[in-house]
């Protein structure tokens, strides 16, 4: 069974910076659009920011612009977030833009104040 593996997250302090990663194992070279959601505790999972084949077009939320950068290559897309604020705490999810794919285990990331 094809799955989208994430993996990078951690418990880090305000202003710091972690990269997410996620993988499919055969890779997403053909899939036009991929993004990374998040969950925080309580609330629904959202759509955080979105990348098109080739890295043409990239969109984000307005709560992570200037922050966080999404890129991807024929594995996987990744997601470099810096200056983390405590409201980023959430777990971290991949699937396509059209959220097509069986959601991975996704990757908790923790940010303290």
């Known amino acids: 069974q094809v799955q989208l593996v994430e993996s990078g997250g951690g418990l880090v302090q305000a202003g710091t910076s972690l990269r997410l990663s996620c993988v499919r194992s055969i890779g997403i070279f053909n899939i036009n659009v991929m993004g990374w959601y998040s969950q925080a505790p309580g609330k629904q999972r959202e759509l955080v920011a979105t990348?098109?084949?080739?890295?043409?077009g990239t969109t984000y939320a307005d709560s992570v612009k200037g922050r966080f950068t999404i890129s991807r290559d024929n594995i996987g897309v990744y997601l470099q977030m810096n200056s983390l604020k405590p409201e980023d705490t959430a777990v971290y999810y991949c699937?396509?833009?059209?959220?097509?794919?069986?959601w991975g285990q996704g990757t908790q990331v923790t940010v303290s104040p």
């Open positions: 990348i098109s084949r080739g890295g043409r």
């Open positions: 699937n396509t833009g059209g959220e097509d794919f069986t």
